[in-house]
């Protein structure tokens, strides 16, 4: 079956204008259907500051759409970006941070790379330097297998992006834009490449990444820049393009090569910076920012930001945060309850709940001490994900499905529920069905999460948040704000709409002996071993 390709939009410079981009990206998904991304380059926020801006800060407004956006390009606006390691600015609106890459759990790569080009020292907060560039190159291109990314963000046209191309019109390619963005699209090879600050739409021809007759062929890149949001002479300002991730594809459907492409307009040029020509790379830095990099397994982090020039020294793995006082699931926890664990793996476990609403009802919990899921670490989320992916494979050949939930409020560890559903009760639909309804009734704002998107991208560490994953992959998020039902996942499931068990809806009217608890374990344990992956290893 064909991989269903996302559907994106990006955007030039917005300049504060908000309200005239948001109304036309809800005009465009009434007409068109609802998008997974917008991505804006350029100048977000305008010189003044902006009564329309705090009402999307305080809540009053919100984006339609997930944005993500990119960091400063002069002083006056530098004050909005505090966070180098990239924030949530507001609701639905993220900043990415000043470099790195972010790949979406769908496996779409973005590089981006915030502010303009700076030879100064030191290297003012609304620029990149040669060093910047030169660590991206090395952070992605020493990969064995790396063949490209997906799209790369920048404000700043490249320099000579026009050579060999159609016409830029007004602006002159030879002596506008960025010799480093350059640089770094003939190494990054994007599928597609966004940039603003012209004021200008422009949208080249696409060009090969290979020498022909002298190397294998290579995916094209497609470079697009893109005006001012709502400029008077309704150049275009917004690009809608679907993309199936580059490591999705087949090989011979990613080299497939447009009728009108061109040269590489950076290669063999002649041009200084400009070509094949490597600016030569800096020692590897140690100091880095991070943002979670959600691939396939939920990845690793990456570096992004360091400015620090110390030695590279060998990684050493993160210990997890510890725990205030005692706590009842860190697993060396003198507090936790071992007779209920059922499987003990290299990073989590899994337990029966206690109290639980059925007898294989469990949960997915890190060894060491981490709060949610937005917290774990790389080597964690993957051990997570093995465990979710081998219980759905568990419970369907046991004639359910599973529902996993998360409440991070009110709780000092993180627990994953996951609690199985017989397929003769109801049906994927019903379940989401029944949760948006009781959230409507209790004032919850309950929010389908776009399909290929992962908490890690909507919530931030330390936040608090609810969220559900159905069976299919689908996920409903609500961000709480005051106060939040503590048994509100419970009670979705007991009711009579899915298992129509309500007198269980309180863990506390649920609970068992010892003995029993000690049974249903051994029970679970021997029906469980033949899918433990951990006896794999």
């Not at 830029?168 to 003939?186: F, H, M, P, Q, Y």
């Not at 950076?266 to 020692?283: E, L, M």
């Not at 129509?500 to 003995?515: F, L, Y």
């Amino acid at each position: 079956m064909a991989q269903k390709p996302l559907r994106l939009l990006a955007c030039g410079d917005v300049e504060g204008k908000f309200d005239v981009l948001f109304n036309r990206v809800r005009t465009i998904q009434k007409k068109s259907g609802n998008f997974d991304l917008l991505l804006c380059v350029g100048n977000f926020f305008g010189s003044a500051q902006d009564a329309e801006w705090e009402e999307y800060k305080a809540g009053n407004k919100k984006a339609p759409i997930q944005t993500y956006v990119l960091g400063a390009n002069n002083e006056e606006t530098a004050n909005y970006f505090q966070d180098a390691d990239g924030c949530e600015l507001a609701e639905n609106i993220t900043y990415l941070g000043r470099k790195g890459v972010f790949t979406g759990s769908s496996g779409l790569q973005i590089v981006y790379l915030s502010g303009t080009e700076s030879l100064e020292e030191p290297v003012p907060a609304y620029s990149f330097s040669p060093k910047d560039v030169s660590s991206l190159r090395t952070m992605l291109c020493s990969a064995s297998q790396f063949k490209g990314v997906d799209i790369l963000l920048t404000s700043p046209w490249p320099k000579y992006v026009g050579s060999f191309g159609n016409s830029s019109g007004e602006v002159d390619t030879k002596n506008c834009g960025s010799a480093l963005i350059s640089s770094l699209a003939v190494s990054l090879k994007p599928r597609y490449h966004f940039a603003a600050l012209e004021k200008s739409y422009y949208e080249r021809l696409p060009y090969r990444n290979h020498v022909v007759l002298q190397e294998s062929a290579q995916h094209a890149t497609r470079f697009i820049a893109l005006a001012n949001v709502g400029n008077p002479e309704k150049k275009k300002y917004l690009y809608a393009f679907s993309i199936v991730p580059m490591k999705l594809m087949a090989v011979a459907e990613l080299v497939k090569q447009p009728p009108d492409v061109t040269e590489n307009p950076y290669r063999d040029s002649g041009k200084q910076a400009a070509g094949g020509k490597q600016i030569s790379a800096p020692q590897e830095e140690s100091a880095c920012q991070f943002f979670f990099d959600l691939s396939e397994k939920q990845g690793r982090k990456r570096p992004s930001t360091g400015r620090d020039t110390k030695p590279p020294h060998a990684k050493q793995p993160r210990k997890p945060p510890q725990p205030p006082g005692p706590c009842w699931f860190c697993l060396a926890s003198p507090e936790v309850e071992k007779h209920l664990v059922v499987n003990i793996g290299t990073h989590c476990y899994l337990a029966l709940a206690k109290g639980g609403l059925s007898d294989d009802h469990v949960l997915i919990l890190p060894i060491g001490h981490y709060q949610s899921v937005v917290e774990l670490s790389a080597e964690v989320v993957e051990e997570v994900e093995k465990y979710k992916a081998t219980l759905q494979r568990f419970f369907k050949s046991r004639g359910k499905r599973c529902v996993l939930f998360e409440r991070n409020y009110r709780s000092h560890h993180l627990q994953l529920q996951v609690i199985p559903v017989p397929l003769s009760c109801c049906a994927t639909d019903d379940i989401k069905d029944a949760f948006i309804t009781q959230a409507q009734e209790q004032q919850i704002e309950l929010l389908e999460i776009p399909e290929h998107s992962d908490i890690k991208q909507i919530a931030q560490p330390g936040a608090a948040y609810f969220y559900v994953e159905l069976d299919t992959g689908e996920k409903l998020f609500h961000r709480i704000k005051k106060n939040f039902p503590l048994q509100f996942g419970r009670e979705v499931l007991a009711s009579e709409a899915i298992l129509n068990i309500p007198e269980k809806a309180d863990w506390r009217q649920c609970q068992t002996s010892k003995d029993e608890e000690e049974a249903l374990a051994r029970r679970f344990r021997k029906d469980f071993e033949p899918f433990d992956f951990t006896l794999d290893d």
